[in-house]
């Protein structure tokens, strides 16, 4: 791998997509935006349709998550899309029947089908994700699965095929994960990683300009084309351009934000337009996605301005099939100071677009080498610690670094007006500096009582574990880092120090409440598959002749503790417990119906391949295996209907 420079702002993980200022100020300016609006007819729904009043469901089994209590009950009622009854098939029975429930809408599960609540997705990336999913995909993700045949040929004969349909404009791509590739060997022997450079790609002799961005975004790798036309949009003269050339030839690769903004600024005009004209479609493909996945609430963990207006924009013109909830990006000292103070949320709230958190983004990404560490990567560039964008707190005059936000006043600006926090913190470096940042702001007052969370938190000793617990803290794992990436971890990456990945037992046995996230676009949606990625630990990237592919036994949680992580403790995280995360009496009726149960299911590798055979939220059918509802929803209400909304 090439150097890291370590410029003024991370490019970051999916927390923070480099590209997406530069390429909303081009895309989405007011006069595009209502010109896009004009485009669009707002959503006509088909006329109700009266069926029935009220549903009840027994048999099967049903886990209502009350008290994240994982326990069966015999049946559960709803009506005008809220719980109406748990408990016994008799008492719920009643209970509908007196509501005005006809005898055809008591539904009983066949034995292996299982109700529980909507599962929730803490961490997302949503409008940056769609906004370049009309680009090539180069992700090792077959679905939930990594790619049995991703590597770097593979990559290569991608490539060149591209390249050969292709007749104009740049080659634009996502996802490359050299990490996820297999290893090469060094002159030493070491093992590293695939190295992707601007060498390599002249020597395919490509026609276009080559733009592909690492799955880590924090990296984009270029051709000498690409860098020619970066230089001209910069007004660079001939010796200006060969330096550029020169510099990030040897670099390898575009790194940071820095380097990264004016290659996205140099994209041709004409595929702008085309990444415009499809971002709609692409979220609803996310939506839709969501839904298949059993996914009622979605929450944006770095949302900005214009990805709210986008997200608004879109749900004037579409059918609202998951809930969203976002933290506010706050990327400066002004920023926080400017930032209005906290309102609690309210239960009409979460039926809208809803802000529940502000959001700090402390380093980079561990498998793009720039999470912050205190020991140097286990491979090479040598003498990389990663990257912090903040003036190091531990340092009275940052000399290096006096252009970076004071991170202390950041984060005392934003606990001062009462917001919950989320502070994106991978390497173990910055979760040591983020740990002393909310020391210093809570003042001894306990982090629980705001929520305050630690995004990722992907390295921890005990010592830090202990920390975490103390200040009241809590943790949303990309538990992918294990599942997907433990291999790269253990192996080349962070070897020994790969064990402190993800503490998950760790942390619950110090009664600390975890979730898991994908953190899309890092990776796939999926709560199942986080679930049983954080029950197994297994290295999925592993050789199947690996004598060992459980990454640390001793941090595997049991099914009942992952479920509480993807229903009732996740809804606790982002604010909404009272209204979502479990199925107590007048809470929403937000709820999946599965083919099997994923507590009884008897190979737990299996748990991502559980089908989901309906999504409700808030009484209203969002996905039902088979059949196409983007027209015909239904809606279960209190005035003696189901509606077809």
């Not at 979220?283 to 839709?288: G, P, R, V, Y």
């Not at 559980?610 to 196409?628: H, N, P």
């Amino acid at each position: 791998m090439t150097n890291h420079c370590n410029h003024g702002t991370c490019a970051q993980c999916a927390c923070h997509n480099p590209g997406w200022n530069a390429l909303a100020k081009r895309l989405f300016t007011p006069q595009n935006i209502a010109e896009l609006a004009e485009q669009l007819a707002p959503v006509i729904e088909p006329e109700s349709l009266i069926l029935t009043a009220c549903v009840m469901y027994s048999g099967g089994t049903i886990r209502p998550m009350i008290a994240g209590n994982t326990a069966n009950v015999e049946a559960i009622g709803f009506a005008n899309g809220k719980v109406a009854a748990v408990g016994s098939k008799y008492d719920v029975s009643a209970k509908m029947k007196a509501l005005g429930m006809q005898p055809e809408n008591h539904f009983i599960l066949k034995p292996d089908e299982t109700l529980l609540p909507g599962f929730i997705e803490p961490h997302v990336h949503i409008v940056p994700t769609a906004l370049t999913m009309g680009w090539h995909n180069f992700g090792a993700f077959d679905g939930q699965n990594l790619k049995t045949d991703y590597n770097l040929h593979g990559f290569i004969e991608t490539l060149q095929n591209i390249s050969n349909k292709q007749s104009a404009g740049w080659i634009l791509a996502t996802g490359v994960d050299p990490s996820l590739m297999p290893f090469e060997t060094a002159l030493n022997g070491s093992k590293q990683l695939v190295d992707i450079n601007v060498t390599m790609l002249d020597q395919l002799a490509l026609a276009q300009p080559v733009f592909l961005t690492a799955a880590s975004m924090h990296t984009a790798y270029v051709n000498t084309k690409a860098l020619e036309l970066i230089a001209k949009k910069q007004g660079f003269n001939d010796q200006e351009t060969q330096d550029y050339i020169t510099e990030i030839t040897k670099q390898g690769a575009l790194q940071e934000l820095a380097q990264m903004l004016p290659g996205y600024n140099a994209i041709p005009e004409f595929q702008l337009v085309e990444m415009e004209a499809g971002l709609f479609e692409h979220i609803k493909a996310i939506f839709s996605t969501a839904n298949e996945r059993g996914i009622t609430l979605m929450y944006d963990a770095g949302m900005l301005p214009i990805m709210k207006q986008m997200l608004d924009l879109y749900r004037l013109f579409n059918q609202h099939n998951v809930r969203v909830g976002y933290a506010q990006l706050c990327e400066s000292v002004t920023a926080a100071q400017e930032m209005p103070n906290f309102s609690p949320l309210n239960e009409k709230n979460i039926g809208e677009l809803f802000q529940g958190a502000v959001k700090l983004i402390s380093d980079g990404s561990n498998q793009g080498l720039t999470g912050f560490q205190s020991e140097q990567y286990s491979c090479e560039p040598v003498a990389n610690y990663g990257v912090f964008n903040f003036a190091n707190p531990q340092v009275v005059a940052d000399l290096d670094n006096l252009d970076k936000p004071d991170y202390q006043t950041m984060v005392d600006q934003i606990i001062a007006k009462g917001w919950p926090l989320m502070i994106h913190a991978n390497g173990d470096q910055a979760i040591d500096f983020t740990l002393d940042i909310y020391q210093n702001a809570l003042k001894g007052q306990s982090g629980l009582d705001k929520r305050h969370r630690i995004e990722h938190c992907s390295l921890l000793t005990s010592y830090t574990a202990d920390r975490v617990q103390s200040l009241g803290l809590s943790p949303s794992f990309l538990i992918g880092h294990v599942g997907y990436w433990g291999w790269a971890f253990n192996e080349v990456i962070f070897k020994e120090k790969a064990q402190q990945l993800d503490l998950c037992n760790s942390m619950l046995q110090r009664d600390v409440k975890i979730t898991f996230h994908s953190d899309l676009s890092v990776s796939p949606l999926g709560p199942l598959r986080l679930m049983e990625q954080a029950v197994t630990r297994i290295m999925e990237r592993a050789p199947k002749a690996a004598p060992n592919k459980v990454l640390n036994r001793s941090e595997q949680i049991t099914r009942e503790q992952a479920l509480r992580a993807i229903t009732i403790d996740a809804a606790w995280q982002c604010h909404v417990d009272e209204w979502l995360g479990s199925l107590a009496p007048g809470k929403q009726a937000d709820f999946v119906i599965l083919a099997q149960d994923p507590l009884q299911i008897k190979d737990p590798t299996t748990i991502r391949n559980i089908k989901v055979l309906q999504t409700w939220v808030g009484g209203k059918q969002r996905y039902q295996k088979g059949l196409d509802l983007s027209q015909l929803v239904v809606e279960v209400t209190a005035d003696n209907n189901v509606e077809l909304i």
